[in-house]
């Protein structure tokens, strides 16, 4: 079964690593980093209060490059303050690049370009300002108020063909451009974050042999050389994020990192969804070819004269004036003391104010709110979490967002018990009545779940016949299952809680045409006593249900191709072939239902059920109802993959690669509440990428923040209101892999790399 490699939205944050999928035969391409975009004050670390001469007054996001403030001016001007990260600023001669880029920016003076104000390469950590725009990103637009109709894609185009020509008059190549990076004001768009990629690029290619940008955006030449991006690259990008703006996607579809890069480099780019009459233009922005395409010149001519309201809905201008109102705020607020910069603080450790921050109150006052000083400080403490309201903004944040207050996390109650593990390439960690199975696909061990203890190492006896050793396949339901094959045969074993084998049985057969027995290669889910097992072989791809009480195949059918998927529950079997969903009579196969072009083929859906309704989650959360396959909602719209889905309850709970975690009725798709994670969330969308860990209490997510130490953050199940976190330092951080989550009871248990916890996870 292939899985997503992992992926991020184009406006958020990435991780730092990522390969271009290989076609066949050989090809140059080289090793590369994506280039993240700040994910917002829900990542914020402590602040400092000033750095050069201006006033900080809140984090507005973090990412590759370093962390962008907005800050104040002795003038008091409002401007994005981004502080480059202390391992660009060490590097050699990166301060002398940066110097020489700053300079070249400051020579930037179109209209759609905010002027790059200042700048200090000889500062402990160098910083540059920039003018704030107190104007959401594009990808906020589009996810809050609806994808642009021709006109608006008019205005937008012509504001960025006249923002690229600007920063290339100057001799500088934007080289990430998205949404993100695009500001909607109500006079046109903005094009940030120009100026210094080249320094800090040249520095990621010469520390690490990697190239910076982002997936989805990325000219060909880009992803396989940075050294290659001209201004054609630019072109390229603008072509993208036009797509985006019209459609509510990149032309190089959803998914993976590395599949949304082999695309952009191998693939054609979808031009679906946009006006007829822009569709050559478009096409030619995104030539694979660079001298194909159109210069920045010829783009602006060939769209013509438009008009910047076209841009402007009730809805944006509503959120245009409550961020104008809170930048006046700030232009006239008090003075903050003097304190210089320092380095970023644990927010998990860092100690917090003894009282409410003027930055905090200058937020409550912005939005209207009158609080006592000990109201105040309560306000102050409490993280970002609100009830969900019927648009939200998308998850990406430019030098234009406006945050809330930096929020602090409590650190976690001690374990009830703790036990070391062996330490795995790729550990899972699974539930079984009372026992905690840690392993992969060589070994699986059993632990108690009470003390901790290890109670058994798995084994299972195979056949004579089986040619190769078995393999684990991870837990379901009572079983901890393994396969093995012998040619003739594909085998499946079943280990129980207390670590003994409860069958062995052959479940696939040679084919009629005398090919070899399908392998097993995976359980896709358990309802009851039926599995349904994915099974590959000379022929392909296919499932196949067998009763685990006596072995028998139930029934089996070939599927299209590798990212299919199937889900149990009610009596059904849903499977996910090729883009088309069906709905399956669990014990007998008869297909009941099917709804065809539900996901793209190569998007990699996650499929869960509570038996009534039936969630597909890929860049978007999508129910049908399990009876009929009637379509019934969608909600929480990405242009990258979701976590999985958990069901509990009437709710489901997902997360998204900006940090959000949402709670969802069943019934209605309505967001319950919505909480941004203060710490980056692990692998929204990445390979074996594990979904919310949800008990009557609790709803728990593994953490990985971009140069971070991995952990997990504990939210209230009721409500969304974040708990508390673990994220431990030094040799007890327990390396570098996502944390295993699971939990029974009021217990949480959580597994890194080297050690296996348990919490007391119930709360008021």
Same mark, same amino acid.
């Given at each position: ?18 390969? /271009? ?142 923002? $690229? ?34 320094? /800090? ?69 979808? +031009? ?39 841009? +402007?809905?009730?809805? $944006? ?135 901790? @203890? @290890? ?36 085998? $499946? ?78 009596? +059904?079997?849903? $499977? ?43 860049? @978007? ?28 309850? @009437?709710?489901?709970? /997902? ?50 923040? +971009? ?58």
């Amino acid at each position: 079964m292939r899985t997503p490699s992992s992926g991020g939205d184009p406006t958020a944050a990435q991780p730092p690593y990522t390969t /271009v999928p290989q076609p066949p035969g050989p090809v140059a391409t080289r090793p590369f980093t994506v280039a993240p975009q700040p994910p917002g004050p829900a990542h914020a670390q402590h602040s400092p209060t000033r750095i050069g001469p201006y006033e900080v007054f809140q984090l507005l996001g973090e990412g590759g490059m370093g962390r962008v403030f907005l800050a104040r001016s002795p003038g008091s001007r409002l401007v994005a303050l981004k502080v480059i990260r202390p391992e660009y600023a060490d590097a050699p001669d990166f301060r002398g690049r940066f110097r020489r880029e700053t300079e070249a920016a400051r020579s930037v003076s179109g209209f759609f370009t905010p002027p790059v104000l200042d700048a200090d390469a000889d500062a402990p950590q160098p910083w540059l300002a920039t003018a704030y725009v107190p104007a959401p990103s594009l990808h906020e637009v589009v996810r809050g108020f609806g994808v642009l109709p021709e006109p608006a894609l008019r205005a937008l185009g012509t504001g960025l063909a006249e923002a $690229l020509l600007a920063i290339h008059a100057a001799g500088i190549v934007h080289r990430d451009l998205k949404p993100g990076n695009v500001l909607v004001a109500e006079d046109g768009p903005r094009v940030i974050d120009f100026g210094i990629s080249r320094a /800090v690029d040249a520095t990621q290619v010469t520390r690490t042999g990697a190239v910076m940008g982002t997936p989805g955006f990325m000219a060909p030449e880009q992803i396989v050389s940075s050294r290659e991006a001209g201004p054609a690259a630019d072109v390229f990008s603008l072509g993208c994020v036009l797509v985006f703006a019209a459609t509510g996607q990149g032309p190089f579809g959803a998914g993976g990192t590395a599949e949304i890069l082999y695309r952009g480099v191998h693939h054609p780019p979808r +031009l679906d969804g946009l006006p007829p009459v822009l569709v050559p233009l478009i096409g030619a922005c995104l030539d694979k070819e660079p001298a194909r395409r159109p210069p920045a010149a010829s783009v602006l001519a060939a769209l013509g004269s438009a008009d910047p309201g076209a841009l +402007l809905t009730e809805g $944006l201008r509503q959120d245009l004036a409550r961020r104008a109102a809170h930048a006046a705020t700030l232009v006239t607020a008090p003075p903050v003391p003097m304190t210089p910069l320092e380095p970023a603080l644990d927010p998990l450790t860092a100690p917090g104010p003894t009282r409410p921050s003027r930055r905090g109150f200058l937020w409550i006052a912005a939005a209207g709110t009158t609080v006592a000083a000990a109201g105040g400080a309560a306000a102050l403490t409490r993280w970002r979490s609100k009830p969900a309201t019927p648009a939200r903004p998308g998850g990406g944040t430019g030098a234009g967002t406006t945050g809330l207050p930096e929020p602090t996390v409590p650190a976690g109650p001690k374990p009830r018990w703790s036990t070391p593990l062996k330490r795995l390439e790729s550990g899972r960690l699974h539930l079984i009545g009372n026992t905690l199975v840690h392993g992969d696909g060589s070994g699986a061990t059993g632990y108690d779940t009470a003390t901790g @203890k @290890k109670r058994w190492t798995g084994a299972v006896r195979a056949p004579s016949d089986v040619v190769s050793t078995p393999k684990w396949l991870g837990a379901q339901g009572s079983f901890l299952f393994a396969e093995g094959w012998s040619g003739e045969r594909g085998h $499946l074993f079943g280990v129980d809680a207390t670590g003994r084998q409860k069958f062995g049985y052959a479940v696939t057969r040679p084919g009629a045409d005398g090919a070899n027995a399908h392998s097993v290669q995976s359980v896709q889910t358990v309802a009851g006593s039926v599995a349904v097992l994915g099974t590959m072989g000379d022929g392909g791809y296919g499932v196949v249900a067998v009763d685990l009480a006596s072995g028998r195949a139930l029934w089996s059918r070939a599927v299209r191709g590798s990212d299919f998927q199937a889900h149990a529950a009610g009596g +059904l079997c849903f $499977l996910q072939d090729n883009g088309t969903v069906r709905g399956l009579d669990l014990r007998s196969g008869t297909e009941r239902w099917n709804v065809p072009d539900v996901v793209t083929p190569g998007a990699y859906p996650r499929l869960s059920s509570d038996g009534t309704t039936l969630l597909v989650v890929t860049v @978007k959360v999508q129910a049908f109802r399990a009876s009929d396959g009637a379509k019934l909602w969608t909600a929480v719209q990405e242009t990258t993959t979701l976590s999985p889905a958990t069901v509990r309850g @009437k709710r489901a709970y /997902v997360f998204d690669g900006p940090g959000t975690v949402f709670a969802l009725d069943l019934r209605t798709g309505r967001q319950v509440w919505h909480t941004a994670s203060p710490l980056g969330l692990a692998g929204a969308g990445g390979a074996g990428s594990q979904g919310p860990t949800v008990s009557a209490y609790v709803v728990a997510v593994a953490t990985y923040a +971009l140069g971070d130490v991995p952990g997990f953050v504990v939210l209230r199940a009721s409500d969304g209101k974040p708990l508390w976190a673990h994220r431990p330092s030094g040799s007890a951080a327990g390396g570098r892999s996502t944390w295993q989550l699971q939990t029974s009871g009021d217990t949480l248990f959580a597994a890194s790399e080297t050690t296996l916890y348990a919490f007391r996870s119930d709360t008021p």
